[in-house]
Every structure is written in C-alpha cells, then in structure tokens.
C-alpha cells in the first residue's frame, strides 16, 4: 500500500470534523506523521500527573495535548472560512495545496 503525504502541516488552522469537540477549530502544534497523528493547540486536553523533582514538593496536574488522527479533522480554507477538500497544484516535487472550493492557496 502507497503511504499517502499528509495533507495538513504545522501551523495551518483545521476543523474537528468528529467526536465531542466537533466544530471546533485550532491551530496544528505538532504533526507526527508516523502514526498519521496531529496535536490541535488547545483541544483534547488531558490531564498529566507531574511528579515531584524534590522531597517536600508537591506534585502537579498539568494539561497536555493529546493527538488525534489526521483522518478527524480538516483544513479550513481562509477564503472560504470553513473546512474544504484540498488538493495539489504544480509540477513535480513542487506542490502546492489549494483549496478545491475556490482555489486559492494555503500556506507551504
Ligand atoms: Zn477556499
């Protein structure tokens, strides 16, 4: 099986298409292409148990992103202001991915 190119890179602005956060959207902190996996800025968050460094300190809860699949959300589209297909323009190993609705742009 062909591994596809993920479609969504850091920074880009993307839409929770499933599940309780549905709706929502984010910006893309971190991308791990591996498992096809990407961390929103500020969604699924869950709580992490922090240890003590030292004795006689506490020990703290602190939010962390969780990943979620790539396949659950979508690219939002800037022009279009909400989430659209994207595809590829350019020859090549230049590619440029544009929105399907109207054809503009998104950034490399
Ligand atoms: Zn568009």
Do not use: W
């Amino acid at each position: 099986m062909q591994r596809r190119m993920l479609k969504i890179k850091k920074g880009d602005m993307v839409q929770v298409m499933s599940g309780k956060d549905r709706g929502k959207q984010a910006r893309v902190t971190r991308i791990i292409p591996q498992n096809r996996t990407i961390v929103l800025e500020g969604l699924f968050l869950t709580k992490k148990h922090i240890r003590p460094k030292r004795q006689g300190e506490k020990g703290q809860m602190v939010d962390v992103a969780r990943p979620i699949h790539a396949s659950k959300v979508m690219l939002v589209c800037s022009q279009c202001a909400k989430p659209v297909r994207v595809g590829y323009t350019g020859e090549g190993k230049i590619k440029v991915r544009v929105c399907k609705k109207c054809g503009s742009a998104f950034s490399p």
